[in-house]
């Protein structure tokens, strides 16, 4: 084995990490009766990237949003239903796959059969205590992570 772009062996090690299968995102979408919000979340240490599955019923929908730091990919799993942006309103149905800029401002409504979708996005930084100025307080995103 080798490592990408390299000649040279990838040493086998205890603590290298492995592959693992998470979840099942079709027996997932399969619920019809699923209640909304996430039904399954990406909670593995030391991960880079924040992930969820999420249902929103039938004729349900997010309100309109607008996402500050992070770009968002988002997979439709089941159902379908629209996004809504500044320049209109789009159809979602399974397979279809948005990116979904920071910055960006958008609505996601759920069509008959309700939709179930994939969002992917880099982990958002932790949040931190830190000593403060005297008379104010508060948490503060640790740049550090």
């Not at 996005?121 to 550090?144: M, V, W, Y």
Request: a neutral charge.
């Amino acid at each position: 084995m080798t490592a990408a772009g390299s000649d040279s062996p990838v040493p086998p090690g205890d603590a290298d990490p492995l592959p693992r299968i998470l979840s099942d995102t079709a027996a997932l979408a399969a619920l019809d009766d699923a209640p909304a919000g996430a039904l399954w979340r990406l909670a593995e240490p030391g991960r880079q990237l924040d992930a969820n599955v999420v249902r929103i019923p039938p004729g349900q929908r997010v309100d309109t949003h607008r996402e500050p730091d992070l770009d968002v990919l988002l997979l439709v799993l089941a159902g379908s239903g629209t996004l809504t942006a500044p320049d209109g309103t789009h159809p979602l149905r399974q397979g279809s796959l948005t990116w979904l800029p920071h910055g960006s401002t958008r609505a996601l409504a759920a069509g008959a059969d309700g939709l179930t979708y994939l969002t992917v996005h880099r982990r958002r930084p932790g949040l931190r205590i830190q000593r403060s100025a005297p008379g104010s307080f508060g948490p503060e995103r640790d740049t550090n992570r």
